[in-house]
C-alpha cells in the first residue's frame, strides 16, 4: 500500500513510494518499474492514477519509457555544475575546459557546433555595451554527455574584439574561449550568472531529446574584465533532469 500521508493525491503517494525504492537501491538504474497494471493491483487505483504516478518519475528524470518495453529507472548519472569553481582561471587558465570540474572522467561530446557572425539584438547588445545591431562572433554549440545530450550553449562576443584569433574557429584551443580571451588582453575575472526555469520549445525539446512533461532550465551568463568590460554573453539550455547545481561560496 502507499504511504501513511492521506492529504496527498494518491498518484503522488505510489510516486512517493517507487522513488523510495529506487533511492534504497530496490529499483537499479536499468530496472524495470512496476507497470499500470501493476500499480493498479497493487494500490487498488485507477489506470489514471497509476500513470500519473509513473509519470511523476518520468517529469522528474528518475525514469524513462521505452515503446513496448515499459517504464525503467534511468541509468545517467546526474552533472553536479558546480557553478563557482568551473569557472575559476586555474582551469581554463591552465589549458582546462571548465568542463573539467563537472565531469572530468566522463565522455564529452561537442556537436551541432556553428560558428558566424550575425548583428546584436537589443538584449544582447546591452549586457555587452555595444550598440543594437553591432557585429557579434556567434558560437552554437550542443553538448552530448555519456551519449546523452544534456546543454544547448550559445555565446556572443564582440566581433572586433575577437576577430582573427581561434575563438572564430571551430576549435578555440586548450582552455576554451576564456584562454583565447585572456591573450587578447580581456581574460575575464568576473562572471554573473542568471537562472531560470520554463517548458521547452519544440526545437530545444527535440535537440535535448526530452521526454514529455521535463522543463529547461537557462542560464544566462556575462564575462567581465578588469576594466569591467563585459565579453561575453553566454545562453545556456540544461535538461533538467540531468543537472544538480551546486554554488559552494564563503558566508
Request: glycine share 10%; net charge neutral; with cysteine.
Amino acid at each position: 500500500m502507499v504511504g501513511q500521508d492521506k492529504q496527498s493525491p494518491k498518484y503522488q503517494r505510489i510516486a512517493e513510494a517507487l522513488k523510495q525504492a529506487i533511492a534504497s537501491g530496490a529499483y537499479q538504474p536499468g530496472d524495470r518499474l512496476p507497470g499500470e497494471n501493476d500499480l493498479m493491483a497493487e494500490h487498488g487505483v485507477a489506470r489514471m492514477t497509476a500513470r500519473q504516478a509513473l509519470g511523476v518519475l518520468r517529469s522528474e528524470g528518475l525514469a524513462e519509457s521505452r515503446k513496448g518495453a515499459g517504464v525503467f529507472v534511468r541509468g545517467f548519472r546526474p552533472i553536479r555544475r558546480r557553478g563557482v569553481p568551473r569557472l575559476a582561471q586555474e582551469h581554463w587558465g591552465t589549458g582546462q575546459s571548465v568542463w573539467s570540474a563537472d565531469v572530468p572522467d566522463r565522455n564529452l561530446v561537442v556537436d551541432e557546433a556553428t560558428i558566424g557572425e550575425e548583428r546584436a539584438g537589443d538584449s544582447v547588445a546591452a549586457r555587452l555595451a555595444i550598440a543594437p545591431g553591432a557585429a557579434v562572433c556567434v558560437r552554437s554549440r550542443r553538448f552530448v554527455l555519456d551519449g546523452k545530450p544534456v546543454l544547448l550553449s550559445t555565446s556572443f562576443l564582440p566581433a572586433d574584439l575577437v576577430a582573427g584569433s581561434a575563438i572564430t574557429q571551430p576549435d578555440s584551443g586548450p582552455g576554451g574561449i576564456y584562454a583565447r580571451l585572456a591573450e587578447l588582453g580581456a581574460g575575464p575575472v568576473r562572471f554573473r550568472e542568471e537562472v531560470r526555469v520554463r517548458m521547452p520549445s519544440s526545437d530545444e525539446a527535440e535537440r535535448l531529446r526530452l521526454p514529455s512533461g521535463t522543463p529547461v532550465i537557462l542560464i544566462s551568463r556575462t564575462a567581465v574584465t578588469e576594466e569591467g568590460r563585459a565579453v561575453e554573453v553566454n545562453e545556456m539550455t540544461l535538461d533538467s533532469s540531468a543537472y544538480v547545481l551546486e554554488y559552494d561560496f564563503d558566508a
